[in-house]
């Protein structure tokens, strides 16, 4: 895999460079502000040194999940604005992604320029299951540069145009980005200091089951939380009353304690609350006493306790997925709990995940405190269980840049 430092050598002046930027940020619902700019910053060391290197760079990215077809709420408007600032130079959005107007204006780009394309998603073809058409959407947008650059970390597990077919037209090379979390995951796969300990939490224990078998062999200890405890809570035969739970995965995490019982953690206290909602009533319960009318939107303090205990002997953590739903002031303290006893390791700590490492800011923790904060939850999931990343795979093959 050749490196953006391999291209720079080469030399950029002048050449036109479309770089995959994962600036797939959370935006407030109501203003359209951007809420968390983390993906932003973590794309500006490679896009920054093409700039320096003379290069005319056309950047490519997703905002969110728009059906195929251009959508203004979806629009990235306000993360042209944001790059702009960031990078202290105005930075020009076209109004489509690789049509008319992607065309004149990166044929207009003077050297150290900076062009964003409108959301590849406005078009079905980059998330199509048919290569042709992805083919189709790939070869405009490879007519608007000389040379790809991957830097879309939380991307490469996507077999879409813009991070695979485009790669498989222009000579390409890895950003900065990718490179850095490439490192820090082989870190984790490759004999990790020990104790290893993972924390699972999010909503949805279906999304991270896969991940769950393939780490449960390899690490020393499992502390799940978030929405995704309960199904596991289920499994050892507590009741849940009305907190996340999907039925359907019931004998799967059965299994799973039956198998792997002495290294999965569970919590033992959960916040119970009346309403999902930030006025709800609520009350700390054991978890063999969750009230059938209540939902668990947190786990409680003791569990706090233990988590932290098993956190503090280890040498090597990954952290994905929000211990409860920290969106909400009173269902904060477990992720704000456990976010402290990651960043408190004497080791290597890792988060991984969009909402985690948003929790990490907006909970007003210290990002340096963190061995590192993976900008990609989905695609570090997929490289832990040992699957093949389609957008990594291809920057391996052929076509040196
Ligand atoms: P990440 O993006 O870090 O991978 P996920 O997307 O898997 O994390 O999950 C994040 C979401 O999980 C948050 O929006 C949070 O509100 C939700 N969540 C956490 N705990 C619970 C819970 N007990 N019940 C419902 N939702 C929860
Ligand atoms: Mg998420």
């Given at each position: 895999m050749r490196s953006l430092d391999d291209l720079l050598a080469e030399g950029v002046s002048g050449r036109r460079v479309l770089v995959r930027a994962d600036l797939n940020v959370p935006l407030d619902k109501q203003t359209r502000e951007i809420t968390d700019d983390g993906r932003i910053r973590a794309s500006l060391p490679s896009i920054q040194a093409l700039r320096d290197g003379g290069a005319r760079v056309v950047v490519a990215a997703h905002l969110g999940r728009p059906k195929g077809t251009p959508d203004p709420q979806f629009s990235l408007a306000p993360v042209a604005a944001r790059l702009g600032e960031l990078l202290g130079t105005d930075v020009e959005l076209a109004a489509d992604v690789a049509g008319d107007d992607a065309r004149a204006k990166a044929a207009a780009l003077g050297d150290g320029d900076v062009l964003l394309l409108e959301n590849v998603r406005f078009e079905a073809a980059e998330t199509s299951k048919?290569?042709?058409?992805?083919?189709?959407?790939?070869?405009?947008?490879?007519?608007?540069?000389?040379?790809?650059?991957?830097?879309?970390?939380?991307?490469?597990?996507?077999?879409?145009?813009?991070?695979?077919?485009v790669a498989l037209r222009l000579p390409h090379v890895a950003g900065r980005l990718v490179a850095t979390e490439l490192d820090v995951l082989t870190r984790l796969t490759s004999d990790p200091a020990r104790p290893y300990v993972v924390v699972l939490g999010g909503s949805k224990v279906s999304d991270k089951l896969?991940?769950?078998?393939?780490?449960?062999?390899?690490?020393?200890r499992l502390l799940v939380g978030g929405g995704m405890c309960f199904t596991f809570l289920a499994a050892q035969g507590h009741?849940?009353?009305?907190?996340?739970?999907?039925?359907d995965q019931v004998d799967t995490c059965r299994r799973l304690l039956a198998e792997a019982g002495d290294r999965i953690v569970l919590p033992v206290d959960v916040v119970a609350a009346s309403a999902f909602s930030a006025d709800a009533e609520t009350a700390v319960v054991d978890v063999d006493a969750i009230p059938?009318?209540?939902?668990?939107?947190?786990?409680g303090p003791r569990t706090v306790e233990v988590f932290g205990?098993?956190?503090g002997g280890a040498r090597t953590v990954f952290w994905n997925?929000?211990?409860?739903v920290f969106e909400m002031a009173p269902f904060q303290a477990g992720t704000r709990g456990v976010a402290q006893a990651?960043?408190?390791?004497?080791?290597?700590?890792?988060?991984?995940?969009?909402?985690?490492?948003?929790?990490?800011?907006?909970?007003?923790?210290?990002e340096a405190a963190y061995g590192h904060i993976s900008t990609g939850g989905g695609a570090s999931l997929e490289y832990l269980e040992g699957r093949e990343l389609p957008g990594l795979a291809v920057l391996t093959e052929g076509g040196a840049a």
């Open positions: 048919d290569d042709a058409e992805r083919g189709e959407l790939a070869d405009r947008l490879a007519a608007l540069a000389d040379v790809y650059v991957d830097d879309a970390f939380g991307a490469v597990h996507r077999k879409h145009a813009s991070v695979y077919d896969a991940v769950i078998e393939a780490l449960l062999p390899k690490v020393d009741g849940v009353g009305t907190s996340l739970l999907e039925a059938d009318d209540r939902m668990g939107l947190d786990v205990r098993e956190l997925g929000p211990m409860g990651v960043a408190a390791v004497d080791g290597l700590s890792v988060v991984g995940g969009g909402d985690s490492a948003a929790a990490v800011r907006t909970l007003g923790l210290d």
